[in-house]
């Protein structure tokens, strides 16, 4: 009978041979007694963990998750590595993590071939280290998520691996090279995620392990080199795809008819056919290749698409969405794009968020939405006609959120407010993030300004960028009013609005600041100023409180 040693994590780089590398680099500056007391240090560190490891072994101590994280500094490194994986391969480890970083040593540590027949591992991590197809047998008949880092292979190790791991659900590869050099295929009957991360692989060998892969859910592909063609065929239980940054990559071509979630990301022009992933649900594009003709015919084709992302489709002229099932819509618009203007009819539409420098004629159907954003980029174009009836669009939004570098930019000039409607008089809860109040902008005039855009918002919120965690401070107001009613003339205030504005039925207001926005004196001239504001334009106000907490109790919202 055997007991449990849950967790060992040893990290030698930070408690030794880092160290002792800086005292290399400064050895002239350093006492060669301070230098034999690291050494010391480190001697007595390793002959600690060899008795610890050892005496595991021993009793047969069972050891759940091993991480080792060294640098190869010198050959006697590697023979003290190679005790310590025995000693824990022998405690049957189930998880084993081995990190390496080429120190002086100078090269790749040789993975022992006891860590390849381990049939107790189940998941297995190595960065920095020899992996070749030159290596004996391999049996990790428990394996179940292989992860390499920095490791070159090629097909035939890749061949081993799925003869010696038929258990393997999780494989992820990251700064390795993959390359197709046999026509054998490969078969992984249990694997469901694949992950390149800056992998040099050709289409091949990715054919080959996609198609060995019946029961694939989850693939990533992230700036790989000599990536140029994926063509996937029969992914009946694919669920997930993401392709960004590959910057070979020519053509895309999906068949999996369940695909749920699909995101490509992609710098260069490339070839995208999706037709055949008709139960898409969650679709992110940023690809130079996408025209309208493209969107259009895809989108039709695609009946239960709920979210759509779109962003550096430059080519796009006049996007239109057509689409009873969507429900979120996300949209990012840049100088280079070609855009001319935006027709959306999503009569289920819940999520909406509109990103640039400026808007385009937008027409849409009538959005009830349940949260909406408008985010302005530097450089900002002056408020005009087009940016309040853009604001109008999302009026029946639940929450409204406006986002802007400098609070300076959502002041509206007074000329605009007094020709045109206040766009969001249905929104009740209005949100401005943004960075720091600047120096010279009075809260007063800022409040001013939102307090037109959405005259009757029962929560308002001011979220600021801080110096300091949590990172965003919140500003919150809180607004009662009596039931608004018209009564006799309109006030110059509400001339163009359906309902009286805040002035005329604001009852209370509570201001609850987490942050001290200066010192004792700034801050109480901040509130008094605050609250003459609001008694000289409120008719009916009865109560006004400003109630401070501690940074510290800040919540997220």
């Given at each position: 009978m055997s007991t449990s040693i849950p967790v060992l994590e040893l990290n030698t780089t930070s408690f030794g041979s880092t160290s002792w590398r800086e005292v290399g680099k400064k050895k002239r500056n350093i006492p060669?007694?301070?230098?034999?007391?690291?050494?010391?240090k480190n001697t007595d560190f390793y002959n600690f963990v060899d008795k610890t490891l050892q005496s595991l072994s021993k009793k047969r101590l069972h050891v759940k998750k091993f991480t080792l994280t060294d640098s190869l500094d010198k050959r006697k490194s590697v023979s003290r590595i190679d005790r310590?994986?025995?000693?824990?391969?022998?405690?049957?480890?189930?998880?084993?993590?081995?990190?390496?970083?080429?120190?002086?040593?100078?090269?790749?540590?040789?993975?022992?071939?006891?860590?390849?027949?381990a049939k107790s591992i189940i998941a297995l991590t190595l960065c920095q280290c020899k992996l070749e197809s030159s290596c004996g047998d391999i049996n990790l008949s428990s394996l179940k998520k292989l992860s390499?880092?920095?490791?070159?292979?090629?097909?035939?190790?890749?061949q081993k691996l799925v003869v010696g791991s038929p258990l393997i659900e999780d494989m992820r590869f990251t700064n390795c090279t993959l390359e197709s050099t046999s026509g054998c295929d490969m078969n992984f009957p249990a694997l469901k995620t694949l992950?390149?991360?800056?992998?040099?692989?050709d289409d091949q060998i990715i054919q080959k392990i996609v198609a060995g892969s019946?029961?694939?859910?989850d693939m990533s592909f992230t700036s790989c080199h000599g990536l140029k063609s994926i063509k996937f065929e029969g992914l009946t239980k694919a669920m997930s795809i993401e392709l960004t940054y590959n910057g070979d990559l020519e053509r895309v071509e999906l068949e999996a008819p369940n695909l749920y979630s699909l995101y490509i990301n992609q710098k260069k022009q490339c070839e995208i056919n999706l037709v055949s992933c008709s139960n898409l649900k969650m679709l992110a594009l940023s690809a130079p290749s996408i025209t309208d003709k493209w969107l259009h015919d895809h989108l039709s084709q695609l009946p239960l698409i709920e979210y759509l992302d779109i962003h550096?489709?430059?080519?796009?002229?006049?996007?239109?969405?057509?689409?009873n099932s969507l429900k979120t819509f996300y949209m990012m618009y840049s100088k280079k794009d070609e855009l001319v203007e935006i027709d959306i009819d999503t009569p289920n539409l819940r999520n909406f968020a509109y990103c640039g420098h400026t808007v385009k004629p937008f027409s849409s159907t009538n959005m009830a939405l349940s949260k909406a954003i408008y985010q302005m980029v530097q450089p900002i174009a002056p408020w005009n006609v087009?940016?309040?009836?853009?604001?109008?669009?999302?009026?029946?939004?639940?929450?409204?959120?406006?986002?802007?570098?400098?609070?300076?930019?959502?002041?509206?000039?007074?000329?605009l407010r007094e020709t045109l409607p206040s766009p969001s008089y249905n929104v009740k809860q209005l949100k401005l993030q943004t960075g720091n109040l600047v120096i010279g902008l009075d809260i007063v005039e800022l409040m001013d300004s939102l307090l037109w855009i959405a005259p009757l918002p029962e929560i308002l919120l001011i979220a600021l960028s801080i110096d300091m965690e949590p990172w965003m401070d919140t500003i919150c107001f809180k607004f009662s009013y009596e039931k608004p009613i018209l009564k006799g003339k309109k006030s110059s205030c509400c001339k163009f609005l359906p309902i009286p504005c805040w002035r005329h039925c604001l009852k209370s207001v509570m201001i609850e600041n987490f942050r001290v926005l200066g010192d004792e004196e700034t801050l109480k001239a901040k509130e008094a100023s605050l609250e003459k504001y609001f008694k000289e334009n409120a008719e009916i106000l009865e109560t006004f409180q400003f109630l401070r907490s501690d940074i510290s109790a800040l919540k997220d919202l």
């Open positions: 060669r007694q301070q230098r034999l007391d690291i050494q010391r310590w994986i025995s000693f824990v391969i022998e405690s049957d480890v189930e998880e084993l993590s081995l990190n390496f970083d080429q120190g002086w040593y100078c090269r790749k540590y040789q993975l022992p071939q006891c860590v390849l027949v390499l880092c920095d490791i070159i292979g090629d097909d035939r190790i890749i992950s390149l991360c800056k992998v040099h692989a019946p029961v694939i859910e550096g489709c430059h080519k796009l002229e006049r996007l239109k969405i057509s689409s087009e940016k309040i009836e853009f604001l109008a669009k999302l009026n029946n939004s639940k929450l409204l959120t406006l986002v802007t570098q400098l609070a300076k930019d959502m002041v509206i000039p007074q000329q």
